[in-house]
């Protein structure tokens, strides 16, 4: 069995001519496929209009109790629901999941060092063995960017590193792509060059680019992840344009990493 | 195979104390379960807070499309997904859906007749093979009142309907419970005494307790509902209160209907 894990951001989903031609692509790529997507302005928005303040600390985040409403509502309802609504109207038979549902994916909730980030969930452990029975059965699932604690609380969780922790989990049994949904068309030469894609990437290039300052910032946490995932089974992580998934599959757009 | 199909409503959702001692029950009940929400007042609260307006036309409540996004997200997202890891922690595998999940429960859009009543859904059909093949699995499916149709849109639906909708469409391939969690002890003969539950309510039983006026209001839709479902192949309906599941299974409390 093949499988595609895929992630879609905020830039997807805000954005409602890039999210319907994101899920007809989607519907339309063969085989068993699982989405997870990310959260999106409309969170903010809407702690907005219910008065609730954002918190930061130190620049990063914090999920206190009225903002983990807020997420539940509208990455678990909102987002999810809409998406899976759609998808089955474009032919693609979709579950929207949380990590809760199944007891799919496992977390604790992030123990306070410096920063208390609140009701945030570090993975623990991924029943893959179910996500796989509902693959097997032809539904695919689409994941929230939430999990659960086993005290049974929602727990709002990094949309990236699900995705990754999905396909690792996956890994075993199948062969697994994991491909990100990025806002450029993939890895690039130039930054400011949307053509100078990097078609493929190995550990020694990376490491050459990082070397150069070809490759640096946000990028660096990103590939890390995507090399870990490799050296932890993933086939190949793929770094491509919402887009472009249909050619990113079979090489012919975005990064390849493997 | 025997399955209990149960149904909460909005007296049990918001009060947490009420919710808590539900669950509890409903993770210790044996066998296939499948649990049925209706919505509570979290998300008229919800519209408030938000500015959107209660629509109603001649007493109807109206489902426009800002309402439609509040139940998105309570019922699908805050609620449901809420219940969904309370009962993973009591160790109840559950799995919060709406009908468009899995294409579990497909509707249509409620035709205008004299009322547009907007985003709300007429159940068409029920995929009751997937909904086993959870059960089966151990999963135990908790449903949002929320439907989808072919065009890919979520539509508010009633709770109540949808329980008997998917109690009936299992009904086929086992032998199925139908369990209306209500705010009194069971079909009461004195509506002002909890004492004087019906145990048992056959179809003559309830011509003659309507021609005598013992029942009136709105339990005549109720039991009306009940016994269609009845003879719909349902082994029986229960109305009891969410705290007396255990018992009323067991035909220890509440009012059966056969």
Request: charged residues 20%; aromatic residues 20%; hydrophobic residues 40%.
């Given at each position: 069995m093949q499988i595609n894990v895929i992630k879609i951001g905020g830039n997807v989903i805000d954005v409602e001519e890039k999210l319907q031609g994101f899920l007809k692509s989607f519907a339309a790529l063969e085989g068993p496929k699982v989405l997870v997507h990310g959260g999106g302005k409309i969170a903010t928005r809407m702690a907005a209009d219910l008065g609730i303040e954002t918190k930061m600390v130190e620049g990063r985040r914090i999920t206190d109790a009225p903002m983990r409403d807020v997420v539940t509502m509208v990455y678990g309802g909102l987002v999810n629901k809409n998406i899976v609504a759609r998808l089955q109207s474009l032919g693609c038979n979709a579950v929207g999941l949380t990590g809760a549902d199944g007891g799919a994916i496992l977390s604790i909730k992030r123990p306070v060092k410096t920063i208390d980030y609140g009701y945030v969930g570090d993975i623990v452990e991924v029943r893959s063995s179910w996500i796989q029975k509902l693959l097997l059965d032809g539904v695919n699932p689409v994941f929230a960017p939430l999990t659960y604690s086993k005290e049974g609380e929602i727990l709002n969780t990094n949309a990236d590193t699900q995705a990754s922790a999905v396909a690792k989990s996956l890994a075993g049994e199948a062969e697994v792509n994991l491909i990100y949904c990025f806002e450029k068309r993939g890895v690039l030469l130039d930054a400011e060059n949307n053509d100078s894609v990097i078609p493929v990437l190995n550990s020694e290039a990376?490491?050459?680019?990082?070397?150069?300052?070809?490759?640096?910032?946000?990028?660096?946490p990103k590939l890390d992840n995507a090399f870990e995932a490799v050296r932890s089974g993933v086939r190949k992580v793929i770094i491509c344009e919402a887009d472009d998934i249909l050619q990113a599959v079979r090489g012919q757009a975005g990064t390849t990493i493997e």
């Open positions: 990376y490491a050459k680019y990082r070397e150069q300052g070809v490759i640096y910032a946000g990028m660096i």
